[in-house]
């Protein structure tokens, strides 16, 4: 056995299928490989949170609470991990601290036992109470650093962040290059830091966008990360995370021997070929974009500005728009690009590259972003800009939560007695729209609806007009797990 071996976290059941097929893999999919991938020796298996609640709903007709129970019940010896958006929880907006708790709670009751936090802007005041409640219901709270490059954005800055976050209760940091930026001899220097001050495992999750996360994990491997996101090689590459198989063959004999075998790695990998082939995955995904380390696009938000550019029939500005993505980033105080902020930034820049006038035409995303409403951006902001897009509106320094009442009840009373369990009220709370259309077909099951389309789509989905915010906001998450 390796004195220090690697432990491996596996993104097949949420991640993987997310990155490259729109997250579209089904429960009955799932279940014949549970068995294996349970007794494979794993630290712990991603397979909820992210995109997985919303599109259950929407497109598969499945219960994502129900999904999580079966598979809990089929998987009972390996941790299982979701990921989580702060006070935003799976949504778009803060939601108040009394349905943070409530969602936490449940999701803890239903069989996670692992929940990586992380927010957008990396304040870490909209993490704090999902951590909090994390470990008060006995999960493991993993708090997640998003990593982007700016000019205020170094190394020493996510060192203090990790250290803040230990601070706060962390059991696990990871560092979340959701956009794989993080360079290899980067990750070497980064993970060594973070190793030498902070005393909780240091957790690498990456993709494998730009060509360079094999190598991403192999480094971060010998500076002494303790864990690393892989991905079955069926669903891995591409913009999903580097193959488990090939980081498993590579440490075997070393000091950091995973002790992972390759043959029941291989049979697991069997199954997922014949569901990789069903859903139909588009090859674009599995394709090298280096474009990501120049303009620190994820590779879902380059497909939604190619969706928004074809609607408005002006592709010929697609390289005018790539740059003026960093221009507007810069304006807004270098937030990293990453959900939600991610598609607020693309969808300024598509809106000013398009009008002709920077800034003339606003979603009110930005807005928000610009009036505080997401939290404190660690830039500074360009304040002409702020006062041309909200004039004198007050800006919010404090927590953004603290200004939320509590809102569960409401959401209980406005659902009534659809409602068949506590977790429908939450469903609701952050669906209202998607759970409400699932709960009729629940009560009426037609047929049309049941054969909704299990496949990633040939294309990207139609982005919404720009104007809409979260229709625009929704098909990123759709299109590549950048986050």
């Avoid at 794989?180 to 240091?202: E, F, M, Q, R």
Wanted: with cysteine.
């Amino acid at each position: 056995m390796a004195k220090n071996p690697l432990k491996i976290t596996d993104t097949i059941l949420r991640d993987a299928h997310q990155s490259q097929a729109a997250t579209r893999m089904r429960l009955e999919d799932m279940l014949p490989a549970c068995e294996l991938l349970d007794n494979m020796g794993y630290w712990s298996l991603e397979c909820w949170g992210g995109a997985t609640f919303d599109v259950c709903m929407r497109f598969l007709n499945e219960d994502p609470w129900e999904r999580l129970r079966a598979l809990k019940k089929a998987m009972p010896k390996t941790p299982l991990q979701m990921l989580l958006r702060g006070q935003n929880l799976l949504g778009y907006k803060h939601y108040a601290d009394d349905v943070v708790e409530a969602f936490v709670k449940k999701s803890i009751e239903n069989g996670i036992d692992v929940v990586r936090i992380f927010d957008a802007l990396n304040d870490p005041r909209n993490m704090e109470a999902a951590m909090k409640f994390v470990k008060h219901y006995g999960g493991k709270a993993e708090a997640a650093i998003s990593y982007t490059q700016s000019p205020v954005h170094n190394e020493d800055y996510f060192v203090k962040l990790a250290m803040q976050l230990e601070k706060m209760g962390a059991d696990t940091i990871c560092i979340k290059d959701m956009a794989n930026l993080l360079l290899p001899y980067d990750a070497y220097s980064l993970v060594k830091k973070l190793k030498a001050n902070v005393g909780v495992p240091i957790h690498l999750h990456t993709h494998n966008t730009s060509g360079t996360g094999d190598m991403t994990n192999l480094m971060a491997a010998q500076a002494g990360v303790d864990i690393v996101d892989c991905a079955l090689s069926p669903l891995a590459n591409g913009t999903a995370q580097p193959a488990t198989e090939s980081l498993v063959a590579t440490l075997q004999g070393t000091s950091r021997d995973t002790g992972l075998d390759l043959e029941k790695l291989s049979e697991a990998a069997a199954h997922f070929r014949g569901v990789a082939e069903k859903l139909d995955i588009n090859a674009k995904v599995l394709k090298v974009d280096t474009n990501t380390l120049l303009y620190q696009v994820p590779g879902g938000m380059l497909s939604n500005l190619i969706s928004q550019l074809k609607q408005a029939n002006a592709e010929d500005k697609y390289y005018d728009v790539l740059a003026e993505v960093p221009r507007v980033r810069e304006d807004f105080g270098y937030p990293p690009l990453v959900t939600p902020t991610s598609q607020i930034v693309g969808t300024q820049a598509v809106m000013n590259v398009l009008v002709g006038e920077r800034y003339k035409m606003v979603t009110k995303e930005s807005k928000g972003l610009l009036r505080g409403e997401y939290g404190q951006v660690l830039g500074q902001v360009n304040e002409d800009v702020r006062k041309k897009c909200i004039g004198d509106a007050e800006i919010i320094t404090c927590r953004p939560a603290d200004l939320l009442e509590p809102e569960l009840e409401k959401y209980k009373a406005e659902l009534g007695d659809i409602a068949r369990s506590e977790e429908d009220v939450l469903s609701y709370a952050l669906f209202p729209a998607v759970a409400k259309k699932y709960f009729d077909w629940r009560e009426n099951p037609t047929p049309a609806a049941e054969a909704a389309p299990a496949a990633a789509p040939a294309a990207a989905p139609k982005a919404a007009p720009a104007s809409t915010g979260p229709k625009t906001l929704y098909v990123e998450d759709l299109t590549n797990g950048n986050f």
